[in-house]
């Protein structure tokens, strides 16, 4: 139901449910890229004072959040994520819509992201809503283990 669906600003006491929800949105990609993926990796307790979150609540429930960092000329998407138990609603869209919305209050013009080769639908997902490969690369990150772990730098100019 969309009218139980709002945004809020991510705060310090947040840490702990962005957390549990990383993990559990990024879970089924361990065996799929044979590491754990950066998102998972991170200390949020520290990403809630250098970062942007905004949090999407299904009622109350944390249901997927958009982590983002604003450059000098660009903003960074660091993370999204949805909760498996409310993907497929369209929150991935509106979440990264709201990037759209934090680049063009910031005055920044372009976006930019990475993500995995392998996560596919995530690919499609980002094209559809107007990024464009800029370029691949080897991930040379912590626990690489695969020759075909390699990272997609996609970029997105707001027009």
Request: avoid cysteine.
């Amino acid at each position: 139901m969309d009218e139980s669906v709002a945004l809020r600003r991510g705060a310090p006491a947040d840490a702990e449910a962005i957390r549990a929800l990383v993990e559990a949105a990024y879970t089924k990609w361990i065996p799929v890229i044979g590491r754990l993926p950066i998102p998972m990796r991170a200390d949020y307790a520290q990403a809630l004072r250098d970062h942007r979150f905004d949090l999407l609540l299904a009622g109350p429930d944390l249901a997927g959040l958009i982590e983002t960092r604003a450059e000098a000329d660009y903003l960074l998407v660091v993370n999204v994520a949805v909760h498996p138990a409310f993907q497929g609603r369209g929150f991935g869209s509106r979440l990264m819509g709201r990037a759209d919305a934090a680049a063009a209050e910031a005055g920044l013009a372009r976006l930019r992201l990475y993500t995995n080769k392998k996560y596919t639908a995530n690919l499609r997902l980002y094209g559809a809503l107007g990024y464009r490969v800029e370029r691949e690369e080897l991930y040379d990150g912590p626990g690489r283990t695969r020759d075909d772990d390699v990272t997609v730098h996609m970029v997105k100019d707001l027009v």
